[in-house]
């Protein structure tokens, strides 16, 4: 069965009704003078289209979201406050804010909610029930949402960054309202149904981050689809470990080097070219006044820092041998840094690798998360890029072969 699309919500009608809206809002934020505010309001500017759809049609939205991982009780540094703040900045329409989810300010809002206006309600997340295993805790709560738009409301997913997860506002929800997909979650799934169904090839993919365990199912599935696979991250090191070299201090999972080795062998047999880096930045400790050299990825222990290295980055020469990969490519999906983008002196092989995508002819998606956060903190135009996606986790998963509760939800 198909999802009911929001479209179809609003050729129904939707003026006078009240709307719930699961979006994804889930922003860094930071500490200053004036408190906390958003530092990256990306998943924010994805997510007010279909808020300003419904509005303009005359709905009374209600909006649930999470932020962080707060333990199922309220904590102010997760308050969803610094994110209504900034949606009012960035939106015409009247942006209203409860003090809590389903209690007394929640109810009393959204019964005096008028046409036209979106109330934001507070973290989904403090909320224990919303995590929960228990069916019941979390159907129970999804009763109480759903008693918030009252008998004539609707259920809109819009956030793709969480269909993956089997929560209240995601999956049980969807069974007390007449339930739609959202137009953020449709274009997401356009995208990554291109990725795997009929990609443009020469198709290359780029991973990149901190663990390979964290892509194991990934590479598995893509090893047979993609043309080329870029290795990049930290998770290089327990590919190069894998392989015979010495990494220093640099992060490895010792316990994933013979599947690491497999799939070595594998993308060898089925003819994808793993494409390792060359060279590595190595740095004398994690800080980002250390001090660095690049050396090969045959001689990691052979400089300054010896056995005590930390590798932080891709090198420069491979770097330039990303890029001209991906110039060479029709297709590329790109998830996971390169490097610790966050410190200036190791951001160039994630720079350079955006700036690829970016000056690339052929269709380049950035899978979300880290990825989508470093092309808009080291200043890149977003509209360079194909398509930015909102939810690292749940592309990831999409793209491993994985059936999404969220969507499965939607769907039924």
């Known amino acids: 069965m198909t999802a009911a699309t929001l479209n179809t ?4 009608g ?3 009704r009240t709307v719930l809206v699961r979006s994804d809002l889930n922003v860094p934020l930071s500490e200053g003078a004036s408190g906390r505010s958003v530092t990256d309001d990306g998943r924010i500017r994805a997510s007010l289209p279909v808020l300003e759809k419904l509005a303009a049609a005359g709905a009374r939205v209600v909006v649930t979201a999470h932020l962080g991982r707060p333990k199922g009780t309220p904590d102010p ?3 969803l406050a610094p994110v209504a703040a900034r949606m009012a900045e960035l939106t015409q329409v009247t942006i209203r804010r409860a003090e809590d989810l389903v209690g007394p300010s929640a109810r ?3 019964s005096e909610l008028s046409d036209g206006e979106i109330l934001l309600l507070e973290n989904v997340r403090f909320d224990p029930r919303e995590t929960s295993k228990d069916e019941a805790e979390r159907s129970q709560l999804a009763a109480e949402l759903a008693e918030l738009v009252g008998p004539k409301g609707a259920y809109v997913n819009d956030a793709f960054g969480a269909v993956h997860r089997r929560h209240a506002s995601v999956y049980d929800i969807a069974s007390r309202l007449p339930a739609y997909q959202g137009d953020l979650v449709a274009d997401e799934l356009q995208v990554l149904k291109r990725l795997t169904e009929s990609p443009q090839r020469p198709y290359t ?3 990149g981050g901190s663990k390979v365990s964290d892509k194991l199912a990934v590479i598995e599935n893509l090893i047979p689809k993609a043309d080329a696979l870029l290795i990049g991250g930290g998770m290089v090191f327990t590919f190069a470990k894998a392989m015979g070299y010495g990494i220093g201090k640099s992060l ?3 316990d994933k080097l013979e599947t690491v080795t497999g799939f070595i062998r594998t993308a060898e047999q089925q003819g994808c070219r793993l494409v390792l880096p060359t060279d590595i930045v190595m740095a004398s400790h994690f800080a980002a006044d250390a001090e660095y050299e690049v050396l090969g990825i045959d001689q990691l222990e052979s400089g300054a820092y010896g056995d005590q290295a930390l590798g932080l980055d891709i090198g420069p020469q491979t770097g330039e041998a990303f890029a001209a990969e991906i110039s060479g490519s029709n297709t590329v999906f790109w998830n996971g840094p390169m490097g610790v983008f966050e410190m200036e002196a190791f951001a160039s092989g994630t ?3 955006a700036q690829a995508l970016a000056d690339s002819p052929g269709f380049t998606v950035v899978g979300g998360g880290d990825s989508a956060a470093a092309v808009r903190t080291l200043g890149f135009d977003e509209r360079a890029f194909g398509h ?6 749940a592309s990831l998963e999409y793209l491993e072969g994985k059936s999404l509760p969220g969507l499965e939800a939607l769907n039924a």
């Open 252 to 254: 490895v999972e010792e």
């Open 108 to 110: 009393t809002a959204a």
């Open 205 to 207: 993919v780029v991973l």
């Open 388 to 393: 930015i996606s909102t939810g690292g986790g």
């Open 77 to 79: 540094q997760y308050s």
């Open 9 to 12: 919500l609003l050729s129904d």
């Open 14 to 16: 939707v003026s006078g």
């Open 351 to 353: 720079a350079s690798v």
